[in-house]
């Protein structure tokens, strides 16, 4: 769907759902003019009288003795039924008038067709449920499409304010000096890391992976309960994750040189083969451009004691330097939103927001949103 198809969809909504309210206002009111039991009494009974007749015709028809006898049965029940009906209740002469119809020896198709006919007045009154439910959904649905329209255009707008807080950024600040710590950390952990997992035994990897589970803000991938179960428990999970790789690629026969259970190392190693090949510092960097001080902040404290359980002293230093960044977060945050800008915004993006286009579009969001707000707060929900 295009922009101004959007547009002009989330224009029209306020309308369709105060015309889908007065519909639904509108069946209602027809409800209140017979009242709510007498409408059920007559669809109780609209509702019997044409099961009968769906029942009975093709079988009441005809000269046959069963015939004969199915249409003796349908005068009974069809008369028994309209001897039930009050006759206080609005259209109990259209039962009358289609019981009349069956007066007679034989029957045939077009007795049923004007009997039906004869029950519309009668029909018409029990379709009000039938179609206060159908309106009650529509007003619904409309009132839905109205709450998913704020929602995108909620988002619209935080967009478009984004937009013009990366045009008036600095692009002219210092970056440099809040990036070359952070590249230098990523780059040193990365290689520590590495080394780690090319060193240590895989049951240490695994261990450090799953002793990072508590911190939350240190998101590695948690360890599959098969291979960690492995490693803990056989001796070959003292040796290096690539070691174990190898073995995986390795014939069971020649398996049996190294392990106890060659089915066991390809059950809990192979099937798990792209975790451990993937298994990288990833979620120990520090994301560029970073996220806001506060963020960083909490997220660094908790790096600091992840990194230090693998990691020399100077990676851990060079954490510490990052951490220093946010001391002073006034600079830090404009700095900041100067990378952000340097790195999200086009060029049209930086021409829309200078010549005030940006703005204009940020007023037309926020006044359809006003408009959509105030429709959903006149009509509530049902």
């Known amino acids: 769907m295009s922009k101004s198809t959007t547009a002009t969809t989330q224009t029209d909504l306020p309308a369709r759902l105060a015309d889908a309210d007065e519909e639904y206002r509108d069946v209602e009111r027809r409800i209140e003019e017979y009242g709510e039991e007498t409408v059920e009494q007559v669809a109780d009974a609209y509702r019997r009288a044409t099961d009968l007749l769906d029942r009975y015709e093709g079988q009441a028809t005809g000269t046959g003795k069963e015939n004969f006898r199915n249409f003796i049965q349908f005068q009974e029940e069809f008369a028994t039924l309209v001897e039930d009906v009050p006759d206080e209740m609005p259209e109990r002469d259209a039962f009358e008038t289609a019981n009349d119809r069956f007066d007679k020896r034989r029957l045939n198709d077009s007795d049923f067709e004007a009997a039906r006919a004869d029950l519309e007045p009668a029909g018409e009154i029990a379709g009000l449920l039938d179609e206060r439910q159908a309106a009650l959904e529509r007003f619904r649905e409309i009132r839905r499409d109205v709450g998913h329209a704020i929602a995108d255009l909620r988002e619209e707008i935080a967009e478009r304010e984004r937009l013009v807080e990366l045009g008036d950024a600095d692009l002219d600040a210092p970056i440099e000096d809040i990036r070359e710590?952070?590249?230098?950390?990523?780059?040193?952990?990365?290689?520590?890391?590495?080394?780690?997992?090319?060193?240590?035994?895989?049951?240490?990897?695994?261990?450090?992976?799953?002793?990072?589970?508590?911190?939350?803000?240190?998101?590695?991938?948690?360890?599959?309960?098969?291979?960690?179960?492995?490693?803990?428990?056989?001796?070959?999970?003292?040796?290096?994750?690539?070691?174990?790789?190898?073995?995986?690629?390795?014939?069971?026969?020649?398996?049996?040189?190294?392990?106890?259970?060659?089915?066991?190392?390809?059950?809990?190693?192979?099937?798990?083969?792209?975790?451990?090949?993937?298994?990288?510092?990833?979620?120990?960097?520090?994301?560029?451009?970073?996220?806001?001080?506060?963020?960083?902040?909490?997220?660094?404290?908790?790096?600091?004691?992840?990194?230090?359980?693998?990691?020399?002293?100077?990676?851990?230093?060079?954490?510490?330097?990052?951490?220093?960044?946010?001391?002073?977060?006034?600079?830090?945050?404009?700095?900041?939103?100067?990378?952000?800008?340097?790195?999200?915004?086009?060029?049209?993006?930086?021409?829309?927001?200078?010549?005030?286009?940006?703005?204009?579009?940020?007023?037309?969001?926020?006044?359809?949103?006003?408009?959509?707000?105030?429709?959903?707060?006149?009509?509530?929900?049902?």
């Open 181 to 382: 710590p952070i590249e230098r950390y990523n780059e040193a952990v990365a290689d520590a890391f590495a080394a780690f997992k090319s060193e240590a035994s895989a049951r240490e990897v695994l261990g450090f992976v799953a002793a990072a589970d508590d911190y939350p803000l240190v998101e590695f991938r948690d360890v599959p309960e098969n291979l960690r179960e492995y490693v803990e428990t056989r001796e070959v999970g003292t040796e290096p994750i690539a070691d174990l790789l190898q073995y995986a690629g390795y014939s069971n026969s020649k398996l049996d040189h190294y392990v106890e259970n060659p089915a066991d190392l390809k059950r809990a190693v192979a099937t798990n083969q792209t975790y451990l090949e993937r298994l990288d510092a990833d979620p120990l960097e520090v994301d560029w451009p970073p996220k806001p001080a506060a963020d960083l902040r909490w997220r660094v404290e908790e790096l600091v004691s992840v990194v230090a359980r693998f990691a020399d002293d100077e990676v851990v230093a060079d954490l510490r330097r990052v951490q220093s960044l946010v001391r002073d977060e006034d600079e830090f945050e404009r700095l900041r939103t100067a990378a952000e800008a340097k790195t999200e915004l086009s060029d049209s993006e930086r021409e829309k927001v200078a010549s005030g286009e940006v703005e204009s579009e940020l007023e037309e969001l926020r006044a359809r949103r006003e408009k959509l707000e105030e429709a959903r707060d006149e009509y509530p929900e049902r």
